[in-house]
DNA sequence: GTCTATATAGGGATAGAC
DNA sequence: GTCTATCCCTATATAGAC
């Protein structure tokens, strides 16, 4: 088993419990390593396996978001690639967000800088391809802010529904907040 | 110490920690009242306090949000009420939302079922409203859950960033999302 | 690399004095 | 009602065999 396959199995843990909730245990029964293999893995234990999530998460979304944020395509089509991606990065809001589970308690001390910077990239990539549009820089800077939170406050929705459609009408809504209005 | 003031630093506690972070020790600090103090107030331990907070915060809600909700004065004014409320309520964001945090880990299987009702109760009273200036059943629903999730997404920003403007932002949009569009 | 076994700290919870 | 002292369990982490 790759070190990568193992990331992926800690990372639906953690998006799932939370930190503290994501015990040694439960994230030694998700990857079918013992205690002691994970620490192999990951020296700095706990909080370092924490940092592993973070950065496979940060990757994933560079790859898959924020590149076909940067395109050359036209702001709509950029918009709509994003919004195909989230739906699937979030498992159709059924998948918890690190940035919400991740700033709570223990570990917003442990990982606030890294989420703060993250979030800071993402809205700035979305910021440039409203601009582009040509809306003025804060009011495109207010649009980006308004997708993110809708996603972010529809996976609340759906985590506490167990109805998905609020999540699946908050992507389909995402050209409309970002290019219309 | 009346047992109302204990439980609204046991409230401060849970919503800044989460149920799994919120240890006995540290809500033993924040109250001022040694472990055992705690289990002679909550007997069912842990899970009843949490319980406790989840009713305190729901009829909180209750007598300062919905009935406001429900009165006899005008949609508008009304959806005001509950802005003003729940900018007070979430302390101009900085104070996170049980919903959110009691929805992940072993706090969701434990309190799903409050949750759901509640968060059901608060979207079926808003869709009354919005019903009531004329909008269609299924359009005034999807607005009133419009309404919380911008809310809920702006709570998560505003712990990211450290920034409470989102949140004065996504408060001030609602009557426009509840009302307009 | 992966395991069993174990060390150490902190979690939730209780007994019983005052 | 509030406390000190204590119990048991689980959490994180490590040692060392294979």
Not at 1 to 13: A, D, G, H, Y
Not at 21 to 35: C, D, F, I, P
Request: hydrophobic letters at 40%; a negative charge.
């Amino acid at each position: 088993m790759s070190k990568e396959q193992v990331i992926r199995q800690l990372v639906f843990v953690f998006r799932h419990y939370g930190y503290e909730g994501a015990t040694v245990s439960r994230l030694s029964e998700a990857t079918g390593l013992k205690k002691a293999s994970l620490y192999h893995y990951f020296q700095g234990g706990k909080e370092q396996m924490a940092l592993a999530v973070l950065d496979y998460i940060a990757n994933w979304l560079d790859k898959n978001v924020f590149t076909s944020l940067q395109s050359d395509k036209p702001p709509r089509e950029r918009i709509q690639a994003m919004s195909q991606s989230l739906d699937e990065f979030y498992d159709c809001g059924q998948m918890p967000c690190l940035l919400s589970v991740m700033s709570v308690g223990e570990a917003n001390d442990l990982f606030h800088q890294q989420l703060e910077q993250f979030l800071n990239h993402w809205l700035t990539l979305l910021t440039k391809v409203v601009q582009e549009t040509g809306v003025e820089p804060q009011l495109a800077r207010q649009k980006a802010e308004d997708a993110l939170m809708i996603v972010q406050g529809a996976l609340v929705l759906v985590r506490v529904t167990n109805d998905i459609q609020p999540f699946k009408r908050a992507i389909a809504k995402l050209p409309q907040i970002l290019l219309e209005d």
